[in-house]
C-alpha cells in the first residue's frame, strides 16, 4: 500500500558525530519530501524539505538528499549537538502528488555529550 | 497572527461520548489536515482536505468525521469514542501553489484527548 518507512526506530550517537536517517516512499509520483522535528511535548516544527526537481538541499548542519529513481531520501545531521536531541519524521505527498501528505514512523535520535 | 489554532487542548471522555475537536488558521491555507500521533506510530493521516468544500479520508478514517467549513476552519469529530483513540491529534494546514510542488505544512500545537 501507499507508505512512508522510516530508519532507523532509534538513533543515538556522541556529540560532535553524524547522524543520517532514511526513508523509503512508495509513489513515484511524489514530489514533495519535508523532514520534522519534534522536540517533548511539542508540536512537529519543519526542518527541512526538498522537491522532486533537486537532489540534495543544504541548511548549515542539516542536508537531504533524495534519489527518486530508488525511492528513497535521507536526512544528515552532521556536529551533532546536544540540542539536536529529538523525534525526527520524514513525510511524502502520495497519490500522484496530491495533497495526502503521510508519515513516517519517527526515529528518536540522542546525541550524548 | 496566531497560525493554527485548535481547540480543546486537553479533554477527557466517556466511552460513547462524542466530542468535536476545532481547527482554524489564519494564513490562508488552501489545504487542512488532522492526524493522530500514537507512541511509536508516528503521525497518521485520519482526513485532510485541498481545499474548501472537500474532503478525503486518511490511513485511519474510521470512527471519525470532519468539516470542512469555510476556508478557514477544519473540524474532527468522534461521534462515539472509543479507548483506541486515546491519542494526541494535530490539526495542520498548507498553502498549495499552481506548480503542484509541495509546500510547508503548519502544525497546530496538539489536542490530548484520553478516552476511557
Known amino acids: 500500500g501507499e507508505n512512508v518507512e522510516q530508519h532507523p526506530s532509534t538513533l543515538s550517537v556522541q556529540e560532535g558525530d553524524s547522524a543520517v536517517i532514511k526513508c523509503t516512499y512508495s509513489d513515484s509520483a511524489s514530489n514533495y519530501f519535508p523532514w520534522y522535528k519534534q522536540e517533548l511535548g511539542k508540536r512537529p516544527q519543519l526542518i527541512i524539505d526538498?522537491?522532486?526537481?533537486?537532489g540534495e538541499k543544504k541548511d548549515q548542519r542539516i542536508a537531504v538528499t533524495l534519489n527518486k529513481t530508488a525511492k528513497h531520501f535521507s536526512l544528515h545531521i552532521t556536529e551533532t549537538q546536544p540540542e539536536d536531541s529529538a523525534v525526527y519524521f520524514c513525510?511524502?505527498?502520495?497519490?500522484?502528488?496530491?495533497?495526502?501528505?503521510?508519515f513516517g514512523k519517527g526515529t528518536k535520535l540522542t546525541v550524548n555529550p | 497572527n496566531a497560525g493554527v489554532t485548535q481547540t480543546p487542548k486537553f479533554q477527557v471522555l466517556k466511552t460513547g461520548q462524542s466530542m468535536t475537536l476545532q481547527c482554524a488558521q489564519d494564513m490562508n491555507h488552501n489545504s487542512m489536515y488532522w492526524y493522530r500521533q500514537d507512541p511509536g506510530m508516528g503521525l497518521r493521516l485520519i482526513y485532510y482536505s485541498a481545499s474548501e468544500g472537500t474532503t478525503d479520508k486518511g490511513e485511519v478514517p474510521n470512527g471519525y468525521n470532519v468539516s470542512r467549513l469555510n476556508k478557514r476552519e477544519f473540524s474532527l469529530r468522534l461521534e462515539s469514542a472509543a479507548p483506541s483513540q486515546t491519542s494526541v491529534y494535530f490539526c495542520a494546514s498548507r498553502h498549495t501553489s499552481g506548480t503542484g510542488l509541495g509546500n510547508t505544512i503548519y502544525f497546530g500545537e496538539g489536542s490530548w484527548l484520553t478516552v476511557v
Open positions: 513525510a511524502a505527498n502520495l497519490q500522484g502528488g496530491s495533497e495526502k501528505l503521510v
Open positions: 526538498i522537491r522532486s526537481n533537486v
